[in-house]
T-cell receptor
Framework: AQSVSQHNHHVILSEAASLELGCNYS??????LFWYVQYPGQHLQLLLK??????LVKGIKGFEAEFIKSKFSFNLRKPSVQWSDTAEYFC????????????FGKGTTLSVSS | DSGVTQTPKHLITATGQRVTLRCSPR?????VYWYQQSLDQGLQFLIQ???????AKGNILERFSAQQFPDLHSELNLSSLELGDSALYFC?????????????FGSGTRLTVV
């Protein structure tokens, strides 16, 4: 079964700092990869996803992620964070086969100070 | 508003009781997923239904059951409740059986067992 690890539990940054959140998964086959964001008091929202093709994917709000197959990683990046990026970020993976669903990491809380 | 509706938003009940959580998927979506979010376990996948049929099963306890009705809404039944069942329960939906378009999440039902 697949699993997801997010190494950073809580990240604190100042505005304009660069962000990189780590995500590693364990599954030997083809996977679909996602990053979701949960703003305080709101539902989870899809930031970006990777299915195939260019391993560098761009999402909403200036976020991007790079899939490195050899490292089983899908790290999330943003060149310059804003106070409004304060939220919880979840990495998720789904094995590309029937009978599976999205499996989430435990999340990383990002706090951005202005 | 994501289009996925969950009721009730909050529920407080005693140990040993039984509750039903309800989810209406986004219009046109055929798949419904249930997740449990707690501080120590993170987001745990419970079960998926697609067009009325069970499609994937995760870490769902035997005390828990779910179904999807002909109008596509879904209910998650939790019985013989324990203190440890206190959590945020999310419902998500997608248009397909897989995850190509990602999942759309509801705002969750916060269950407190006292």
């Amino acid at each position: 079964a697949q699993s997801v690890s997010q190494h950073n539990h809580h990240v604190i940054l100042s505005e304009a700092a660069s962000l990189e959140l780590g995500c590693n998964y364990s599954y030997g086959g083809t996977v679909n990869l996602f990053w979701y964001v949960q703003y305080p008091g709101q539902h989870l929202q899809l930031l970006l996803k990777y299915f195939s093709g260019d391993p560098l994917v761009k999402g909403i709000k200036g976020f991007e992620a790079e899939f490195i197959k050899s490292k089983f990683s899908f790290n999330l990046r943003k060149p310059s964070v804003q106070w409004s990026d304060t939220a919880e970020y979840f990495c998720a993976v789904r094995a590309n086969q029937a009978g599976t669903a999205l499996i989430f990491g435990k999340g990383t809380t990002l706090s951005v100070s202005s | 508003d994501s289009g996925v509706t969950q009721t009730p938003k909050h529920l407080i009940t005693a140990t040993g009781q039984r509750v039903t959580l309800r989810c209406s998927p986004r219009s046109g979506d055929l798949s419904v997923y249930w997740y449990q979010q707690s501080l120590d376990q993170g987001l745990q996948f419970l079960i998926q239904y697609y067009n009325g049929e069970e499609r994937a099963k995760g870490n769902i306890l035997e005390r828990f059951s779910a179904q999807q009705f002909p109008d596509l809404h879904s209910e998650l039944n939790l019985s013989s409740l324990e203190l440890g069942d206190s959590a945020l329960y999310f419902c998500a939906s997608s248009s397909t059986e897989g995850s190509y378009y990602g999942y759309t999440f509801g705002s969750g039902t916060r269950l407190t067992v006292v």
